[in-house]
């Protein structure tokens, strides 16, 4: 499943897929970059980061792609599970400064047993 | 080490009244960032400060809103006279040092209700 940010807020996947979710950024001087996953009630909570330098980073089942021509960022999870259900925030910030993020709307993950 | 502590977790309030948010950062954290979320939204920064210091507040109201982090005790995000467009879900982040990335650490928020 692939979800478009800030026009497709939701996305639904079957459990045991791939999801890709992605995100526009706004600030082309932004220089590092982080995905987070807030669940109900929760704080965000970091998932992976790319600084940008790099255009690939891959962790634990998950993947982040950075795009510096066109300002994108997406988040790759494989096989997902039902725990993965949550909402995803990518964040930008410049690291020259206070390192305050910015954060795009979010997209929020199902995954369906 | 028991992470950054909101509190409360719940505050209702009605117009008019004040607000205090409570924010502890983690144990040897100097670093404190105050961001708002409103339903469906991405945060917010509202400010950043360090002991004793507010470093950047461009992301705070002009009125109304007040931050401090002294040198003992909580940082303390104060809301006076508040309006029901207040009502949003307040989260800080501590950092040892300006924040890359993962060293950045958000607490679990507090649920601000105007009613």
């Known amino acids: 499943g692939e979800s478009v940010g800030l026009h497709l807020p939701t996305l639904s996947v079957q459990e045991g897929d791939n999801s890709i979710i992605n995100c526009a950024y706004s600030?082309?001087?932004?220089?590092?970059f982080i995905w987070y996953k807030q669940e109900s009630g929760k704080g965000p909570q970091f998932i992976i980061d790319?600084?940008?330098?790099?255009d690939k980073r891959q962790g634990q089942r998950v993947t982040v792609l950075l795009n510096k021509t066109v300002k994108h960022l997406s988040l790759q999870i494989a096989a997902t599970q039902p725990g993965d259900s949550a909402v995803y925030f990518c964040?930008?910030?410049?690291?020259?400064?206070?390192?305050?993020?910015?954060f795009g709307k979010g997209t929020k993950l199902t995954v369906n047993p | 080490n028991a992470g950054v502590m909101q509190n409360p977790r719940h505050l209702v309030r009605r117009r008019g009244q004040e607000a205090r948010l409570r924010c502890s950062p983690m144990?040897?954290?100097?670093?404190v960032y105050w961001y708002r979320q409103l339903p469906e939204e991405g945060l917010k920064f509202m400010v950043y400060?360090?002991?004793?210091?507010?470093?950047?507040e461009s992301g705070m109201p002009k009125e109304r809103f007040s931050a401090e982090f002294p040198k003992e005790g909580p940082s303390i995000l104060r809301i006076q006279q508040v309006v029901r467009g207040d009502s949003a879900a307040y989260f800080c982040?501590?950092?040892?040092?300006?924040?890359?990335?993962?060293?950045?650490?958000f607490g679990s928020g507090t649920r601000l209700t105007v009613v």
């Open positions: 982040a501590s950092s040892p040092r300006p924040a890359r990335t993962g060293d950045y650490t």
């Open positions: 600030n082309s001087a932004s220089d590092y």
């Open positions: 790319i600084r940008s330098n790099m």
């Open positions: 964040a930008e910030t410049f690291t020259g400064g206070s390192e305050k993020l910015v």
């Open positions: 144990k040897g954290h100097s670093h």
């Open positions: 400060l360090q002991k004793e210091n507010i470093i950047d």
